[in-house]
């Protein structure tokens, strides 16, 4: 195999895998009843005129499976911080004590687990049309080599050897997505 078929081959892994790991960033996102700071991942608040993350404001933890306390570092974004949760639509109602938010975690319903489900499947397909436009790219440019003089045995190998890596890389999207469904519909 030729120097530009290897740096494809690294580049195609390389960009598959960025791929699993935003699916699976997305994921940690997705509430399965169990409190989690990732719960909060995507929450901005305004602070000082900058949407930031929520994270870089506060300290977030969870004393117990069913609950989320949010302590600002200054006391007077605590409304910000409720405000921006709840714009979120997260399903939570932040409790405010003076110090901190409270956040109770309510147990999942079962049309919400279903929500979630199709959520995650939708993540899951973009993710699979990541790794599809990337073994695309990457045909391309096999293709390209041809013009530089490797044969074309050479880029039906290299072909064959995307296809594989694609075909692993959907599969291992597949069982992400098989293991969040079963987390989630878990009771």
């Known amino acids: 195999m030729t120097e530009e078929a290897k740096f494809i081959i690294e580049e195609i892994k390389e960009s598959m895998q960025h791929a699993i790991t935003h699916l699976e960033k997305e994921f940690h996102k997705f509430r399965t009843g ?24 506060a300290n977030i933890n ?16 605590l409304n910000a911080l409720a405000k921006a949760i709840i714009d979120a639509n997260l399903g939570f109602n932040p409790q405010n004590n003076g110090e901190f938010l409270r956040i109770a975690v309510p147990p999942l319903t079962e049309e919400r687990r279903r929500e979630l489900v199709k959520k995650a499947k939708g993540e899951a397909e973009a993710a699979k049309v990541a790794i599809r436009n990337i073994r695309r790219n990457a045909v391309e440019e096999a293709k390209k080599l041809e013009k530089d003089g490797v044969s074309e045995d050479d880029i039906k190998v290299l072909e ?11 599969a291992q999207t597949d069982k992400i997505l098989e293991h969040k469904e079963k987390d989630v519909m878990t009771v």
């Open 34 to 57: 169990k409190a989690s700071p990732q719960m909060l991942e995507g929450v901005r608040v305004d602070y000082y005129g900058n949407p930031t993350s929520i994270d870089k404001i």
């Open 160 to 170: 064959k050897e995307i296809q594989h890596i694609t075909d692993s890389f959907i």
């Open 62 to 77: 969870t004393p117990d499976a069913r609950m989320i306390v949010v302590q600002p570092w200054e006391k007077n974004m």
